[in-house]
């Protein structure tokens, strides 16, 4: 039983949004603002029934909601009408049970099995936030502030309306929950809050982890941990873990029975040896201390992690640690807490685990490690399968972790749609492998970027990012990502950056070689090697894949036919008469001044033949502040710079 996919409506910037989930471990990624923090905040309000506030209601649809409502206050429209035309927030669950045999107990689930048929075996849950009022509460709410004989639906007037709302909106929408006959989704019942906290027991670890232990009091802290032992059911929990708790409790036990006994004795006595004035006589009753001392309370409020020095005997705090080793030990009691209250339930449930930002603090390998080993950890501390949600803004972690579990936060002007890699990686097989181990390897933020870079080598990489700050553009202000991928890989990542639906400028050399492939100037050139220029000519001419490209066809190449979508493709062009073959040629091409010192010259005069491209582009930027930057390289940094989302 796994829950499979989750529908989302009418929540802030989740307008129409899809997310299918991973068996164990799906990963939203995105850039920020994103709503990737939305998903989870709308989890854990209807996990836990809560109402909704205006600030969750959608900014797209805020105005036509408000002027529905003056139209039905104007009276035209009836209640209905405005009920059914106010958008609703809800979020749909999808749970497959199709590997459970026909005998199994469903436990949780079995109250929204609502259909007959045996072929079927998904269960679909609407939570959904329904309209509370009544007709004569809605006219109340506006009375004395609104004139209702009034035709003149002014900003004024909307305003005031919005003012009432905001006020009051907590009470417009209530939490409802339906059971969906998957076959019939007409065909529904209602069922309870309680019916879905049984099935999906969820823990949320919030990106706002505390790291400091003394003084902390919040779920997460290691007091609250310790505190669970001296309260919780010995039979649920694990035999070894059972047989220490008793240990402890017993010893507490022991202890603050001697504690008590003596700490009284010894403050009666106090009492009675420094209170004067004649009180109190041998006839009267006498004063004496009953304190109320608790160890395992004191243990609880004390209690504080330490490091121990593992050449001797002396201890450090816990503050002394870094924070990413405290981050991750607070995950861990967190995940060791929820595997604790997952004990309360049925084991035929489905546990939502959901992550924010897990990263903080932590060193690149540490959050690789992290990653790799949650599935494992989940399955050492809990007997019951946890489907885990992470939100993340780590190309450490999203680059470790397999396609299939990444999600895609893809955000347009006011949603955010759900982009499953999975589907990529079924559609794109030939590529796969290759685009994860370079992904993996080169860590780059692909998935965190509004615009991604491409280039050639080494030398573009150190030098893009000084030709931005010099370009006159935008771009410079903007998150953009640089990856290096070379000639012969660009294209392969053209499918993913397609898929992703972010702007790509594309910066390659024409690579031109003779008849007989060898190396060979641009004017003596009948072709290209670049795989990745002759694989787009072929695609926005129409040739097949056996068809020559030839050089002069290359060089044709429209500015329109440079750009397919969303991405855009530059090589070297003819400048001052000339082209150059490479970045570097190009540089000297267009910097006579501080290469050559001479208007007058040919190919000859510019071709590189310096041993390091890297030390090149290093001597540029070191030496030569202020040269001009490339033609075609100022053109796609120009495209590029105007793109939108």
Known sequence: MKLSKIEI??????????????NNTTVIVGRNNSAKTSFMDFIRKVLHGERIEYNDYPLSLRKVMLENLIKYLNKELSFEEFCSKTSKPSIKFFIDYSLEGENDNLG???????DINEAISQAIILARYDIDMNEKEMCRLFEGSFDLKSNDRSTLELD??????????SRFFSLKILAVNPGDENDFQIKTIQNLKELFPCYLISAERDLDEKGYSSSSSLKTVISEYFSVDLEKLGKDVSEKVIELRSAVETANISIQAQTDLLLSELINNTIGFGYPNAEELQLGVATNLSIANHIKDSSELTYNNIFGDEKLPSSHNGLGYKNLLKIQFELARFANDLN???TVCVPILLIEEPESHMHPQ?????IGYLEKFLQKISKIKVQTVITTHSSHIANTISFSKIRYA?????????????????ENPDNLDFLNKYLTLTRCDLFFADKVILVEGASERLLIPDMIIKSSNSLSAQYYSIIEVGGAYAHIFIPLVKFLNIPCLIITDIDSVDSEGKKCKVSKGTHSSNATINNWVRNVKGLKQEDEISLSLINSLSIDEKTVGKIHLEFQIYENDICGRSLEEAIMNCNRDLYLKSESLSEDDIEFNGKSKTTFALDLLMKNNDYNIPQYIANGLNWLSNQKR
Request: glycine share 4%.
């Open 9 to 22: 409506k009418n929540f802030r910037l989740l307008i129409d949004a899809t997310l299918n989930l991973d």
């Open 108 to 114: 949780g689930l079995s109250p929204f099995i609502i």
């Open 160 to 169: 005031q309306v919005r003012k009432i709302v905001i006020g009051n909106f």
């Open 344 to 346: 309360k339930y049925n």
């Open 366 to 370: 540490m959050q690789q490690v992290f």
């Open 410 to 426: 893809y955000k347009m002007v006011n949603e955010v749609i759900y982009k499953d890699l999975q589907e990529f990686a079924l």
